[in-house]
Each structure stands twice: as structure tokens, then as C-alpha cells.
T-cell receptor
């Protein structure tokens, strides 16, 4: 049982390049999330999904797209990377328990855009 | 403006000391969670509190949810170097979607041996 996994762990992009971050979970969770973490800013929600085939915008969605074609996978895409997207990206998944979504996080992807 | 304000932002103490970190908001939360994050890893859930005034204990860690469900505290007794990490509080807004959590900016705790 691996929980939540993310690939890649590190990536360096040049401005304007594109890439896709992959998140996979093996807990059969309905909900999945993408966050970015910047110094002094905590975790900010980019996009989330409440089930296979669904996606929704979070707090900071601009410049990112997502897809949830399979229940266990949640992809985050950057079509044209910008230096402002340099950050650590975390994926999480959750299931309802007592109406509360307790989230399980992956190890993160450190992205640098030059 | 952070919806959830955590204080202090940084805390460095000696092994064996006690400490309290705070999580405050002007909003009412239906539930509040505390996570700990170690360098190079994702946050790990420590506890969830859902009832105003609720107190939960996890070994040397004591979590309290304010009576009005607008604030929370984490108290660590006899801190150990293994407690070092970034402590994050996260809440679900009562009027919002329980699917989303709002995170505070965190308290970076360092426990020196």
C-alpha cells in the first residue's frame, strides 16, 4: 500500500516549456487535490476533483490545467511555465469520514522554472 | 490575507521545554485539522477536531478547538528533537465546501538537543 505517490520528484523547466505532474493513489479515495507550497504562504489549493471525470478550480488555478480520467490518477499540467510557478507541488487524496475530509499527501514535486 | 493565522511563525526551544502554538481566524470552522510536515516530505495528519471546546491528546501533544470554533491550539509537553517540523493547521469553513481545506502558513518548530 503506497498511499499517494507523485512523479517526478524534481524538475527544472525553462520559461515557456510545458510539463505534466502525475499523482496516483491506491486508497480508492474519491477526492483528489493539487496544492502548491511557497515560503510563508502555506498550502494553496490549485484544482481539485470530487470523482473520476470531474475537476474544479481552487484558490490559485491560473496557468494550470488538470485531468482525472481514472479514479486513482490526477494529473496537473503547466502549458507554458513561468518563473512564478517555481514552487513545491503536493497532491493529496481524501475520503469522507464524519463529514470531514482528512487528507493524505504525497511527497511533493519540487519545480524550478528559469 | 491569510484566513487562518498561525503564531508564532518560528519557534526554537530546548529539549524538555513545553510550548504552545496557535491557529486563529475570524471565521467559524466546521472542523479543524493539524498536520506536521518534515523537510522534503508531504504533510501528515495528526488530529481532527470537530466540536467546539474539544480536547484531544496524542501522547505528549494536546490539541484544543475553541468554544466558538474559530481558533485552535497545539500544546507539546517536554518537547523532543523528533518533534521538529512545520506544524500546519487547516480548517473547513462552516459555510463552504467540506471538500476544501484552508491552510495556515505554519509554525516552524525546532527542538534543540
Amino acid at each position: 500500500n503506497a498511499g499517494v505517490t507523485q512523479t517526478p520528484k524534481f524538475r527544472v523547466l525553462k520559461t515557456g516549456q510545458s510539463m505534466t505532474l502525475l499523482c496516483a493513489q491506491d486508497m480508492n479515495h474519491e477526492y483528489m487535490y493539487w496544492y502548491r507550497q511557497d515560503p510563508g504562504m502555506g498550502l494553496r489549493l490549485i484544482h481539485y476533483s470530487v470523482g473520476e471525470g470531474t475537476t474544479a478550480k481552487g484558490e490559485v488555478p491560473d496557468g494550470y490545467n488538470v485531468s482525472r480520467l481514472k479514479k486513482q490518477n490526477f494529473l496537473l499540467g503547466l502549458e507554458s511555465a513561468a518563473p512564478s510557478q517555481t514552487s513545491v507541488y503536493f497532491c493529496a487524496s481524501s475520503q469522507i469520514g464524519r463529514g470531514v475530509h482528512e487528507q493524505y499527501f504525497g511527497p511533493g514535486t519540487r519545480l524550478t522554472v528559469t | 490575507t491569510q484566513l487562518l493565522e498561525q503564531s508564532p511563525q518560528f519557534l526554537s526551544i530546548q529539549e524538555g521545554e513545553n510550548l504552545t502554538v496557535y491557529c486563529n481566524s475570524s471565521s467559524v470552522f466546521s472542523s479543524l485539522q493539524w498536520y506536521r510536515q518534515e523537510p522534503g516530505e508531504g504533510p501528515v495528519l495528526l488530529v481532527t477536531v470537530v466540536t467546539g471546546g474539544e480536547v484531544k491528546k496524542l501522547k505528549r501533544l494536546t490539541f484544543q478547538f475553541g468554544d466558538a470554533r474559530k481558533d485552535s491550539s497545539l500544546h507539546i509537553t517536554a518537547a523532543q528533537p523528533g518533534d521538529t517540523g512545520l506544524y500546519l493547521c487547516a480548517g473547513s469553513i462552516s459555510s463552504g465546501s467540506a471538500r476544501q481545506l484552508t491552510f495556515g502558513s505554519g509554525t516552524q518548530l525546532t527542538v534543540l538537543p
